[in-house]
């Protein structure tokens, strides 16, 4: 979002749209230009365009990932924004290389989600569901996708069906794949572009241009389950074909409606991460 008042808007849009053509050595030195004018925003994507060139497989990785790492230290000792800890601790825990790095970023994720920022507390619950620099700790990982949930977030309730899944749970899993389908479905009628039925890392064409709507895996598992559902009914199990039919054709339509919009949900940020 530009404001009026913000004299960098203008330009860090231009370097979005270089980052978004894939042009990202060029959207680099554009967002290092407006870091050093004092563009706060800027040296959040300066990091993130540093990531993307250390992932790129290019011979100075190291170098990039220790770039990307001082750029949004340098934010967040600039403003200690909510947005600048979430950075910061996601880069600590999952793309740092020092291996002191992952509790100091647990430590800035938990400063974000303290503040009610849903992606951190995603964030946070995958910490603590897979033991990186906590304890693993389900429990405090269920209460974290809760949370994030609870904001209108729709991944964080995918992953909590996964845990249901992996301990056998099925028909709790199967309620929270509907769940995120039925909020999936709410939204994108409303926004088919709202930034809740992404995946946070994926939610601009400036940070992956293949894009990754959440809801849509969730309309495909409920359309799978409508099949079974076809499956069981020609088995015996359900006696009521009209009823299969029907769920069948409504979780198909719900799948079209949500799918067919990922190709449009394309959209310039401030922040493209």
């Known amino acids: 979002m530009t404001s009026i008042d913000d004299p960098f808007a203008e330009k860090r849009l231009s370097a979005i749209r270089l980052l978004d053509s894939g042009r990202v050595r060029e959207a680099l030195a554009s967002f ?7 563009d706060i925003a800027s040296q959040m994507n300066a990091g993130h365009c540093c990531e993307l060139l250390a992932k790129s497989g290019i011979a100075d990785r190291e170098n990039y990932l220790a770039s990307a790492e001082d750029w949004y230290r340098n934010a967040v000792d600039a403003t200690d924004s909510v947005e600048g800890n979430l ?20 430590e800035h994720l938990q400063i974000a989600s303290a503040c009610g920022n849903a992606n951190a507390m995603t964030w946070l619950g995958i910490a603590f569901q897979k033991g990186i620099g906590v304890d693993r700790d389900l429990e405090r990982a269920r209460k974290c996708f809760e949370d994030a949930a609870a904001r209108g977030l729709v991944w964080p309730i995918v992953l909590l069906s996964k845990m249901e ?3 056998g749970k099925y028909w709790r899993g199967i309620a ?6 039925k909020m999936a479905w709410k939204i994108a009628g409303q926004d088919p572009r709202d ?3 992404w995946h946070p890392r994926r939610r601009s064409a400036a940070t992956d241009s293949s894009g990754m709507n959440w809801g849509a895996p ?19 199990w359900i006696m009521n074909w009209w009823f299969a039919v029907t769920l069948a ?17 394309r959209r310039y940020d401030d922040v493209p991460w």
Do not use: H, Q
């Open 195 to 197: 930034e809740r039925l």
């Open 218 to 236: 969730a309309i495909r598992l409920f359309v799978v389950f409508s099949g079974a559902i076809l499956f069981l009914r020609y088995s015996g």
């Open 32 to 38: 290092i230009a407006l870091a050093r004018e004092g």
């Open 165 to 167: 899944f992996k301990v």
């Open 249 to 265: 054709a409504a979780t198909s339509v719900m799948f079209v409606l949500i799918d067919t919009g990922r190709s449009r949900n």
């Open 176 to 181: 929270l794949r509907y769940r995120a389908a």
């Open 87 to 106: 950075r910061l601790g996601y880069f600590l825990i999952f793309l740092s290389p020092r291996s002191d790095a992952k509790s100091e970023g647990v």
